[in-house]
Structures are given as C-alpha cells and as structure tokens.
C-alpha cells in the first residue's frame, strides 16, 4: 500500500459531509422562521464548501480525528448558540455577544425555553461522524494488518 496518505481519505469526507450536512440543516431551520431564498442562491452554497474547507483544516494539517471532534462540537455550540440568539432577537448574533455569556447566569429558564429539540440534530451528527470515522478507521486497520 502506497505510505503517503491522501488528502481526500475516507474520514476526510465523512467529516467534510458532516460539516456541510449542519450548515445546511442550519439554514433549514433558519429559514423555517422566514423564506428559503438562500437556497436558490449559488453564493449560499459556495461560502457553504469554504467553510468546510476551512474547518476541515485541523484533521487536513495533523490528521488527528480527535481535533476534528473537538471542531465539529465547537461548531455545533456554535449554530445552536445562533438558533438561539435568532429565535429571540430575530437577527444573527454579533461577534461581541460572545464575550456576554455570563450574562445568561441570570435567564437560565429562557436559555432552556429556546432551545428546541431539533437542535439535537447538531451533536448527534457530531456523534454519527465520529463513529462512522472511528468503524472506518478500524476496518482499514484490520485491511493493513
């Protein structure tokens, strides 16, 4: 077998899949509240692939799926943190807001109110890229053995 590994490998696009699968149930979810023009857009899905690139850069760089998870979780507090914010102010939250979240200590109640369980969609396909990475991981160590 060929000692250089590829850049494109099967965990790669589980990851890349997974990646671009949450951006776009974000939008669906965003979009629920107002119009799905974003999805007639080609610029939607073209910033869509550069995220992904970009947040694939750890496991592209140091091949280290536990750093890919940590990305993907991170991710995911991310939009779900999102989701929130719009499902009370109705607009994105601003880069500032993010510094606040010891704010939030006082309005536990309404931080669980807006939280929906779709939003689980988010970590479990974190959990379902994980385990489908680590299954692959294990059946090409037992093809190499």
Same mark, same amino acid.
């Given at each position: 077998?060929?000692?250089?590994?590829?850049?494109?490998?099967?965990?790669?696009?589980?990851?890349?899949?997974?990646?671009?699968?949450?951006?776009?149930?974000?939008?669906?979810?965003?979009?629920?509240?107002?119009?799905?023009?974003?999805?007639?857009?080609?610029?939607?899905?073209?910033?869509?692939? /550069?995220?992904?690139?970009? +947040? *694939?850069? $750890?496991?592209?760089?140091?091949?280290?799926?536990?750093?890919?998870? #940590? =990305?993907?979780?991170?991710?995911?507090?991310?939009?779900?943190?999102?989701?929130?914010?719009?499902?009370?102010?109705?607009?994105?939250?601003?880069?500032?807001?993010?510094?606040?979240?010891?704010?939030?200590?006082?309005?536990?109640?309404?931080?669980?109110?807006? /939280?929906?369980?779709?939003? +689980? *969609?988010? $970590?479990?396909?974190?959990?379902?890229?994980?385990?489908?990475?680590? #299954? =692959?991981?294990?059946?090409?160590?037992?093809?190499?053995?």
């Amino acid at each position: 077998m060929n000692s250089r590994k590829r850049l494109w490998d099967k965990p790669t696009l589980i990851f890349g899949i997974c990646i671009f699968l949450k951006f776009i149930i974000f939008d669906v979810i965003w979009c629920a509240y107002t119009t799905f023009t974003p999805f007639s857009h080609f610029e939607s899905y073209a910033t869509k692939i /550069i995220a992904v690139m970009i +947040l *694939l850069a $750890p496991y592209f760089f140091f091949r280290r799926w536990k750093l890919q998870v #940590v =990305t993907l979780f991170l991710l995911d507090i991310l939009l779900i943190a999102n989701l929130m914010y719009y499902r009370t102010y109705y607009t994105a939250i601003p880069l500032s807001s993010y510094n606040l979240i010891g704010n939030l200590a006082d309005f536990t109640q309404s931080v669980y109110d807006s /939280i929906h369980w779709y939003d +689980l *969609l988010f $970590p479990l396909s974190s959990i379902a890229a994980t385990i489908s990475t680590s #299954v =692959t991981g294990k059946s090409n160590d037992l093809r190499n053995k």
